[in-house]
């Protein structure tokens, strides 16, 4: 089954500077890969997705960038608020092998701390 | 628009006793379903998912079960809690028939077993 990688962990950073996020993917056939924000006792929600025919895809000050080669993405935050902290998850999706469903494998999360 | 329901929001129960969460979506219909666990500090693991009324696919063996009794209700069980089951658990949908389908979150229930 797919495996995805995560890293860092944990990540501070203070105002103003940027983050980078970095995921791996083993399985070919993912073809979906959405980033997801979870701050402190909440739901995860999706803050940009990228699919597998785009190599790159911004959205204000965030960024995804794709490279299905090397089975890898990161996600770029620049200019990061204290409102940036939390933890972002990335996942990788894919049809089972019968087709009849569709499934995202999470990496482990990765706690992002701005400092003011 | 669609939402997603979950409840009880918090939940403690002695370690042995049984276990029922509950998922419903409104708006949609045929959704595809899932149940996730995120222990403290950790990522989100797949438990069961679900493409339609009693079908239900279990991604980690264990002493939990799920259901799908009508086309918006998603069930978790348990017969027996363990303290191991404690954690966030989430219910999530989405849409099926398109791989870039957005999947949504619920607002989880937090379940501690003593």
């Known amino acids: 089954g797919e495996n995805v990688e995560q890293h860092p962990s944990t990540l501070s950073v203070q105002e103003g500077d940027s983050a980078v996020i970095k995921c791996t993917y083993s399985?070919?056939?993912?073809?979906?890969f959405p980033w997801y924000k979870q701050e402190l006792g909440k739901r995860p929600q999706l803050i940009i997705d990228?699919?597998?025919?785009?190599g790159e895809k911004k959205d204000q000050r965030i960024a995804v960038t794709l490279n299905k080669t090397a089975k890898h993405f990161s996600l770029h935050i620049t200019e990061t608020q204290p409102e940036d902290s939390a933890v972002y998850f990335c996942?990788?999706?894919?049809?089972?092998?019968?087709?009849?469903?569709?499934?995202?494998?999470f990496g482990k999360g990765t706690l992002l701390t701005v400092n003011p | 628009s669609q939402t997603i329901h979950q409840w009880p929001a918090t939940l403690v129960q002695p370690v042995g006793s049984p276990l029922s969460l509950e998922c419903t979506v409104e708006g949609t219909s045929n959704p595809n379903l899932y149940w996730y666990r995120q222990a403290a500090g950790r990522g989100l693991q797949l438990l069961f998912y679900s493409v339609g009324i009693g079908q239900i696919s279990s991604e980690v063996p264990q002493n939990l079960s799920a259901s799908r009794p009508q086309d918006r209700q998603f069930i978790l069980s348990s017969k027996k809690l363990l303290l191991s089951d404690s954690g966030f658990y989430l219910c999530?949908?989405?849409?099926?028939?398109?791989?870039?389908?957005?999947?949504?979150f619920g607002p989880g229930t937090r379940l501690t077993v003593l």
């Open positions: 990228i699919r597998s025919n785009v």
């Open positions: 999530a949908w989405r849409r099926g028939q398109s791989s870039y389908n957005e999947q949504f």
């Open positions: 996942a990788a999706g894919a049809w089972n092998s019968g087709g009849s469903n569709y499934k995202l494998t």
């Open positions: 399985d070919s056939a993912s073809n979906y």
